[in-house]
């Protein structure tokens, strides 16, 4: 079955944004890697999981975020993530942390798994990225208004405006906020790219697979 999702890539120069359907994140990423000319990429989902306790970069993300620190979920240990329902998943949560989690956090499963297991065999490095830390960078401190009202979408718009990024006109109302964190991502890639890039916790945690668990913006 086909997803829909948002891919923004950027260049020195320009951008491109594009909204489509793939059957998966890598059908997806090898059509925009292919059209970018890039391997640099970052995306909007938690990277990294650990054995036993709680990532670290969530943490600190959401001590950074103030009125925005709702949008970074707390991610359990992967044997959580092998469960296959959220009641046995969040027990399995308090036998290994101590306490349970969101049931919003565990409606990323699928594309959790998925993103790691990507990362796994990609051959590229993905940075994990959240666009709200994105946002409060470029705005110089953390949104007050929520992505989700009209005040917020257009905050959003004017800040990439400022950074050269416009939102194509015709965006489907449906996918705006989507396009929008993507192009969050996107921004948060280049500065990876360049440099650029503030790194969250500043030394990396790594989980069990020795993959590191950071988030960068």
């Known amino acids: ?31 925009e890697l ?3 000319g890039t391997t640099n990429v970052g995306i909007d989902m938690p990277l990294g999981l650990l054995e036993t306790g709680w990532r670290e970069a969530d943490r ?36 290994l942390t101590g306490q349970g989690f969101s049931a919003q956090a565990w409606g990323l499963r699928a594309k959790l798994l998925e993103a790691n297991q990507y990362r796994q065999t990609c051959g590229h490095p993905l940075y994990e990225v959240h666009p709200e830390l994105a946002f409060g960078a470029m705005a110089g401190a953390p949104l007050a208004a929520s992505k989700h ?12 405006a400022q ?5 194509p006109a015709g965006t489907p109302a449906a996918l705006i906020g989507d396009v929008l964190d993507a192009a969050a991502v996107a921004w948060s890639a280049r500065r990876i790219a360049a440099g650029q890039a503030v790194t969250v916790p500043a030394i990396p945690q790594r989980d069990d697979l020795g993959a590191e668990i950071a988030i960068r913006f």
Not at 86 to 94: E, G, I, K, M, S
Not at 163 to 167: K, L, M, P, V
Request: proline fraction near 5%; include cysteine.
């Open 163 to 167: 950074c050269g990024i416009e939102i």
């Open 60 to 95: 600190a993300a959401r001590g950074l975020l103030g009125p925005r620190r709702s949008s970074v979920f707390a991610i359990p240990p992967r044997a959580v993530w092998a469960e296959t329902s959220y009641r046995a998943a969040n027990q399995r949560c308090r036998e």
């Open 1 to 31: 079955m086909a997803v829909s999702l948002a891919a923004l890539s950027l260049t020195a120069d320009g951008f491109a944004v594009t909204v489509g359907a793939a059957t998966s994140l890598g059908v997806l990423l090898a059509r």
């Open 149 to 160: 009202t009209g005040p917020g979408r257009d905050e959003r718009r004017r800040l990439l």
């Open 34 to 36: 292919d059209l970018a």
